[in-house]
């Protein structure tokens, strides 16, 4: 059976979505069936859209279209990567569809049939993931709705995270609090990650502290740059949580071992 809160949640996500970027006067519809073994749910808006060459990316953290006549307010991506993690936990996937700017979008769910899923683990009881089991993660970005959904990724993930939306904040935390590892956005009003790290690394408790940058900007020239200010690695923005985690778990490896 599937887990009816995270569902609930899919659907919610994908309808918050769809309210966001269609507006007034525009028509928002949920539909569901059957397709084959598949239970199917699709959202369809008549919004503003999704170019066409967005669509590859528009599942992943912190993607954010090219141009700000698509549906750039926000980040189209945010909660959109949230629903892949929890529709791929339960055996199925998510598909985004649109006919280009202005012509609206679609985003369909489909579902394995509890009749085909005896015997599957996806159809079991969902724990939290065993990747980052335990791993203590400060989490930086000025964007709230990055910050709420990465933080929910990763603790799917089966970390304990702790966020803060300025580098002020998480350097405050910081200073009375052990963590595993820093994952911190670059580009910050303020203090930005930079400052953040050089900051971070003045304390003693963390003079060795494991530190991930992110960034929308992923030339060579910023991943050295990055790599230059003392950040460990550099993921480019948009990313998946897959290559997130995969990053964090080498950082912690025996090379970098944890209290």
Not at 12 to 31: C, D, E, Q
Not at 190 to 201: H, S
Request: aromatic fraction near 4%; charge should be negative; hydrophobic fraction near 50%.
């Amino acid at each position: 059976m599937a887990d009816s809160v995270r569902i609930e949640q899919v659907v919610m996500n994908l309808l918050s979505n769809a309210v966001k970027f269609t507006p007034a006067g525009g028509a928002i519809a949920v539909r569901v069936g059957r397709e084959g073994h598949l239970a199917r749910i699709d959202v369809t808006d008549t919004g503003q859209g999704i170019a066409p060459g967005f669509l590859p990316q528009v599942f992943d953290m912190f993607a954010q279209p090219g141009s700000v006549t698509t549906r750039a307010k926000g980040g189209l991506g945010i909660g959109l990567a949230l629903v892949r993690e929890i529709v791929a936990m339960h055996d199925g996937r998510v598909e985004a569809f649109s006919e280009g700017v202005g012509k609206g979008a679609r985003f369909s769910v489909l579902l394995p049939l509890a009749a085909h899923c005896a015997g599957n683990a996806a159809a079991k009881d969902y724990v939290p993931g065993a990747a980052l089991a335990g791993v203590r993660i400060m989490l930086v970005d000025d964007v709230e709705d990055a910050v709420v959904t990465c933080q929910a990724l990763l603790e799917m993930q089966g970390a304990v995270v702790s966020s803060a939306t300025s580098g002020r904040d998480a350097l405050a935390f910081l200073a009375d609090n052990d963590v595993d590892i820093l994952v911190s956005d670059i580009s910050m009003p303020g203090m930005d990650g930079y400052a953040l790290l050089r900051a971070v690394r003045l304390l003693p408790r963390h003079a060795a502290l494991p530190a991930v940058a992110v960034s929308g900007l992923a030339r060579p020239a910023d991943i050295a740059q990055a790599q230059a200010a003392g950040f460990d690695a550099h993921v480019g923005k948009p990313m998946s949580v897959e290559r997130l985690t995969g990053i964090i778990r080498d950082l912690l490896s025996a090379d970098h071992p944890r209290d």
